[in-house]
């Protein structure tokens, strides 16, 4: 398996390179007719408003009383001494790097249990573990949201749990991250079965040859061949786990005090709630360079740990 | 520990937590046949001790539920099928045709799969309002003519039709529309189910987009549709459980039929390389 991602695949050898056909009749007129739907769909609906957020977080920028106002650095520097930004950082990094940790290991556990054990019933496991990610997040959140709650919520009423878990700062959160884990960890169990079955086996029965444990097979030879599958899986989530605004506009709104504000949640209620364009640009700017931060990262890491492969 | 007891324990581990898993979906499904009553009451039991419609029946008396319904499978329905047409043209060209730009380009699409919407949702706002969009259900739609992520699942599974029968057509004839249609849509049933699932599944659960384009009551969806519910009648349980069962259930059904070939595709995209 090579790593995921790669933006060239492996061509078959029969087609040697440098040898052009000729381009058959129609086939310019497709291809241009592609090519330009992409370039005109994402320079207006993507590459034109990078460009004018950006700019616009240099602005004061209220589109109710259409004050649109050069302030330089103004909004950067505002958010440098804002607490409710900070809080809303920790908060995320918090929240992705517990939510990330939980899915990848739970993930990993599943496949490997129900690839290695499970002989009867596979497709059972994968059906019922994967539900919960194809379920709209704006129904889940609520029906969690009931079940926190402290007086008809499954915690109270059949495990006899009391506590007001949205609405006690130091449980919001975590009750909110425990949601999210039961959400996704499915998505992360398919993508490692399907790296699992996709594994050499004469690799996996020469170790096994050698005498190597399960184990050892485990540690030693599943495990590495899985890293371009873990990287898929950590990147991806930190992607949208940066996003994740959902589950905290239905469950919490940020409360209780400022326990659960994620980034994108402020960025929504500094744009949409609050109209303050320019400022939530600001953030959301911020939020992208993290996340490109973090993604630059992870690919590191990556083609460190396997030899400059990925 | 033998083998065999080891196998036995495992799957009774697997199962719980596989009980675990599903378990709010049947408290949310059996609480949505509970009177209001049964909801709040101290003694609970899973089973609806007395059952009711009440709660469903209720939805459209206080509510246009079945106009925000209608509405979000005709946006649904209708971005998923755009989307999955130009994901598939689009991957067709860039995983068959070689042309200068092309690794460019795909490298680009790439790239717009990591850019947060916070990004770039304020220029999209007032460009939609500008040009007079506010509260069409164009609005819905337009944004989601291109999906990045479409782009890069099909372009991947697209790399696997072989030359050898696009050439063959391309001998007998065929124009590159015919090629596309006939030849390369139907060898890509996975990818396309699974695309159909996920594409399907965000356009329903969208919910900032339509809460920010969509004004009139009677154009918007049922994910904004569900948090004004909430909001008018937050004590009304039943409701809100029958509401968010009616809202989960096309989407699980969907899912349930055709599992199978959804997963293939959906993991297929990831370890591709």
Redo the contacts between chains.
Sequence with gaps: ?????????A??A??PRGR?RRA????R???NS??A??IA??AV??V???A??FS?SFHQWN?LNGTYRWIGGDNYAELLHDPTFWTSLTNTLYFSVVVIAARVVLGLA?AY??WS???R?K??????????T???????A???K??YNP??G?FH??LGIDINWLYDSTWALPAIMFMTI?KDF?YAV??F???LH?LPEDTLEAAAVDGAGSWQRLRHIILPLLH??TI?VVITSL?SY??A??QI??MTQGGPGKSTFLI?YI??DE??QQYD?GY??A???V??II??AL?AVSFGVSARRSGGRA | MSKRLQTIVLEGVLLVLGVTTVFPFVWMLFSAFKPNSEIRSLDQTLLPRQWTLENFLGLQDTFDFVRFFANSLGVALAITAVTIYTSCLCGYVLAKYRFRGRNAIFGFILGTMMIPWAVTIIPRYTMFEAWGLRDSYLSLILPAVLSGFGIFMLRQSMADVPDAILEAARIDGASEIYIFHRIVLPMSRNPISALTIFQFLWAWEDYLWPYLMIDSEDKQVLAVGLTTFSGRYGTDYGGLFAATTISVLPVLIVYLIFQKRFIAGAAAAAVKG
């Design positions: 398996m090579t790593a995921p991602l790669t933006t060239t695949p061509r078959p029969a087609a052009r058959y009749k129609g086939e007129t497709l291809r592609v090519v739907l992409i769909f994402n609906l993507l034109y408003p990078i004018s957020a616009g589109p599943l249990a129900i054990q499970v002989t019933h497709t059972f496991f994968r059906a019922v573990f994967y539900m919960p194809v379920t709209p997040m704006v129904a889940i609520y029906v969690w009931m079940m007086q008809i499954i009423t059949f039961w499915g398919i993508l079965l399907s790296a996709s371009p599958m898929f992607i940066a996003q605004y959902v506009l239905i994108s960025i929504f744009a949409f364009f939530a640009s953030i959301a700017f939020l992208l996340t490109a993604t």
